[in-house]
């Protein structure tokens, strides 16, 4: 498994810009997921090891740019233009196993404490 630290989240209006970090022990598909309350674990962005390969929610399409720094072994997910409906916890996740890109948490062996971020109206 890979060990996984995000950063810290915040509080921002709707409209407001957030940037989430994951630094990682290892190199490996890296995915964003997030849970808001009484709510399942909703996928939100993905990037495969080389960054070749990228995947997104519909819901965050055009808002939210996932990337990474290889030689940080981090992710970065950028949110653009929040809404309050983006409130959750944000969890980053690490696929050790080296499968095909998933969107599915199933598929992910290591996750990081989760952050919260909350969007106001």
């Known amino acids: 498994q890979v060990q996984l630290v995000e950063s810290v989240g915040g509080l921002v209006q709707a409209g407001g810009s957030l940037r989430l970090s994951c630094a990682a022990s290892?190199?490996?598909?890296m995915g964003w997921f997030r849970q808001a309350p009484g709510k399942e674990r909703e996928f939100v962005a993905a990037?495969?090891?080389?960054?070749?390969?990228?995947y997104y929610a519909d819901s965050v399409k055009g808002r939210i740019t996932i990337s990474r720094d290889n030689a940080k072994n981090t992710a970065y997910l950028q949110m653009n233009s929040l809404k309050p409906e983006d409130t959750a916890v944000y969890y980053c996740a690490a696929d050790s196993a080296l499968r095909v890109l998933s969107t599915r948490p199933e598929n992910y062996d290591s996750w990081g404490q989760g952050t919260q971020v909350t969007v106001s109206s």
């Open positions: 290892g190199r490996t598909s």
């Open positions: 990037i495969s090891r080389s960054g070749g390969t990228i």
